[in-house]
């Protein structure tokens, strides 16, 4: 089992609760948090989360509004679970295909009984290419899809990872671009990224922006063309709204 899930609740404490609770299961990842039922719609269509957790406490026809927007929007819909201090939206959340629905306060057991489920209903992910970092007698694996980007240091590279951790390998940056797959592009004499983990192109600027540690990086002249071959593969895969 191994999914992304966006947050959509006004209220900061279920928020942190939910958080805290989803925390023990290190294959869950958690790519947005909103507490507008128009944030969350933007979220939705933006970083397409297999899986939404809406609190109906509050607002509860607008949230119900954002799901409905979804059906319109998307082709591959998220699966939606509606958490309430009670029954009283189950009913409305069933007509609109919720995958289950939440009673609080949280329920540890009926967590585990819906990711067990989840993992019944999602489709198996496919497996992310694995780069093993040779030292010596030292050998590291990592998770390609783990990296966020890469980073020259003289003749070593760093290897930025989506949770923050940073690891150091003894080869330059030239050494690994041609064995990473192909969502990682060159944009610069010192970066390599993850154009998976690309939320914004600022040309203005010169900057790649990552979703995870809102990172922001430098691409150069030389390699603007695979920034304008990576915009355009982004582009193709998103609603675009020009304003």
């Known amino acids: 089992m ?13 928020s942190l609760q939910l958080q805290h609770f989803l925390e023990e299961y290190e294959e869950l990842l958690c790519v947005s948090q909103d507490a507008t039922p128009e944030g969350g719609l933007n979220s939705i269509l933006k970083f397409k989360p297999e899986v939404v957790f809406v609190n109906l406490s509050q607002q509860a026809a607008s949230y119900f509004s954002m799901v409905r927007d979804c059906f319109q929007f998307l082709d591959c819909q998220p699966l939606f679970i509606g958490l309430a201090g009670n029954q009283a939206y ?3 959340a069933l007509k609109h295909q919720f995958f289950d629905y939440w009673v609080l306060p949280f329920s540890e057991f009926e967590i585990r009984k819906t990711l067990l489920k989840l993992g019944r209903h999602l489709p198996e992910p496919t497996q992310a290419p694995t780069l093993c970092l040779q030292s010596y007698k030292d050998y590291q694996y ?14 070593a590279t760093d290897f930025v990872l989506v949770d923050g951790t940073r690891i150091s390998a003894f080869k330059t940056l030239k050494t690994f671009e041609s064995q990473l797959p192909p969502n990682f592009v060159r944009i610069h004499q010192s970066y390599i990224l993850n154009g998976d983990y690309i939320s914004r192109i600022n040309y203005g600027k010169s900057r790649c922006t990552l979703r995870f540690g809102k990172a922001e990086l430098p691409f150069s002249r030389g390699y603007k063309g695979n920034v304008d071959a990576l915009k355009e593969l982004l582009t193709q895969k998103a609603l675009n709204s020009r304003s």
């Open 90 to 92: 189950a009913y409305e």
């Open 142 to 155: 990592l998770n390609t899809q783990d990296i966020l980007y890469l980073q020259a240091d003289n003749n």
């Open 2 to 14: 191994h999914f992304t899930y966006g947050i959509v609740d006004a209220n900061a404490t279920t």
